[in-house]
């Protein structure tokens, strides 16, 4: 009897237990045996993709252990889509498990696994029940055409249809362009949750007049620049978009600056101040030095000043070198001879043209050796690729930053790029997780969705 408390949670969560011996361990008549075990059955999914299938129906006794139904949820958030054979229990513990936190978990699980049974609760509860800004959600057609129904159902002007429409149209904005079909629902919103369903329309790339105050409001406050560009492209009036910039935090929204292009006229004496040829002593200074080469450029279309400042901050290395590379990419365009061609006669000489891809091909050099920076490395690759350095140079950095959880989602995205398909299909295949960072409770939903991305058709950009 004494064999059963020798439970070693490390052990099974490296694989060294098998199932059988895991499962002993789950219906073992100590608690605190269970406890662990469960423990480290959520650990071992954690850390290898095939374990999810394998271990995730062990937990099936367990799901009404009064002792351990909190364990149990918490485990079930940590197993990714794996969980949702358990969506009818989790439905029960969003609706009724007496303790927040676990009330939480539950509701975050079926939103990962796309099953609309958090849709009650999150009303009733509110923002309580809202997940972290940077959690993946999934929204497939049953979620999306049961959050349209609940929105459409909101016909009163009372705070429980008010804070009812705020609610799900926080969630719908993180749904990104994948809420287009929901606009209907959110512009009859506009009258109760103004603001969430402005963000939630302007997330899903819908303008239309209704969303005009809240755009205004928005444009007013700090991190207003998305807002006030859209008002811009709404209204035509720049006065907002030119405010915002000159207080907005880099890196801005793409497009922004080029689209305001010589309307940003105005703003370049006080920008040129920033272009001093030297990279500023901060993270955040050198991100306004960076936006300033951005705008002086757009606006004048003269690189005088700004490339030497850019340059100054690219050779400085790390964080500092990150957001420049992404400048120098931005600044060189697409891809030489692969990619879209040049929209209109003056994209050569914008931002985003091909005009600067030869006043920055001397940085090549710097750039190359940026590659073996931890931290600025998949960056200089993304911009050495647009400066014309062949994919083959570009493909051995990539890979070993994704295995080295070296800004694995922005490896992901350029890995693709680079048409790297046996590469992608071979880290797809492996057992081991990969590492994106955030949230632990993140981890394995986090690997999923690289691993979709790494099996989706390349994407040249």
């Not at 003269?302 to 901050?313: C, E, K, N, S």
Request: hydrophobic share 50%; with cysteine.
């Amino acid at each position: 009897m004494l064999d059963e408390y020798r439970v070693d949670p490390a052990a099974l969560a490296r694989g060294d237990g098998d199932p059988a011996q895991l499962a002993a361990r789950l219906s073992s008549s100590s608690p605190d045996v269970r406890r662990a075990a469960v423990g480290a059955l959520a650990a071992r999914c954690q850390t290898a993709r095939s374990a999810p299938a394998v271990l995730v129906p062990l937990l099936e006794p367990l799901l009404h252990d009064p002792l351990l139904r909190d364990e149990v949820v918490a485990a079930l958030r940590r197993c990714g889509r794996a969980a949702a054979r358990y969506a009818g229990f989790l439905g029960e513990v969003a609706a009724a498990a007496p303790e927040p936190a676990t009330r939480r978990r539950a509701v975050e699980t079926l939103m990962l696994v796309g099953d609309p049974r958090w849709i009650d609760p999150v009303i009733r509860e509110g923002v309580a029940l809202l997940p972290h800004a940077l959690m993946p959600l999934t929204c497939p057609t049953e979620v999306r055409d049961a959050v349209r129904g609940r929105l459409a159902g909101l016909t009163g002007s009372d705070d429980a249809s008010r804070n009812a429409a705020s609610v799900l149209c926080e969630i719908v904005a993180r749904w990104g362009t994948d809420a287009a079909d929901a606009v209907p629902e959110l512009l009859d919103a506009v009258p109760r949750a103004p603001q969430a369903a402005t963000r939630a329309l302007l997330a899903a790339g819908h303008l239309a007049a209704p969303m005009v105050p809240a755009l205004r409001a928005a444009a007013s406050r700090p991190g207003g620049l998305l807002a006030a560009t859209a008002l811009f492209r709404l209204t035509g009036d720049p006065t907002p978009a030119l405010r915002a910039l000159l207080t907005a935090r880099p890196p801005v929204p793409p497009g922004v600056v080029a689209l305001l292009g010589p309307l940003a006229l105005p703003l370049v004496p006080e920008f040129e101040l920033l272009l001093t040829g030297e990279a500023g002593a901060t993270l955040s200074q050198c991100a306004a030095q960076l936006l300033a080469a951005q705008v002086v450029i757009a606006a004048t279309g003269d690189t005088t000043a700004a490339l030497p400042t850019l340059h100054a901050v690219l050779i400085a290395g790390g964080h500092r070198a990150v957001l420049a590379a992404t400048v120098v990419a931005d600044l060189a365009g697409p891809v030489p001879d692969t990619d879209r061609p040049a929209a209109g006669p003056g994209a050569d000489r914008g931002l985003g043209g091909r005009g600067w891809r030869g006043e920055m091909a001397v940085w090549v050099p710097e750039l190359r050796t940026l590659l073996d920076d931890p931290w600025a490395g998949v960056a200089a690759a993304g911009a050495l690729r647009r400066l014309g350095v062949p994919a083959a140079e570009l493909v051995p950095v990539v890979v070993r930053a994704i295995e080295e959880s070296r800004r694995t989602a922005a490896a992901v995205s350029l890995l693709r790029k680079l048409g790297a398909t046996a590469e992608a299909a071979r880290l797809a295949a492996r057992d081991e997780r990969l590492a994106v960072g955030g949230a632990d409770d993140d981890l394995v939903i986090n690997d999923e969705l690289l691993r979709d991305r790494l099996l989706a058709p390349a994407t040249p950009a």
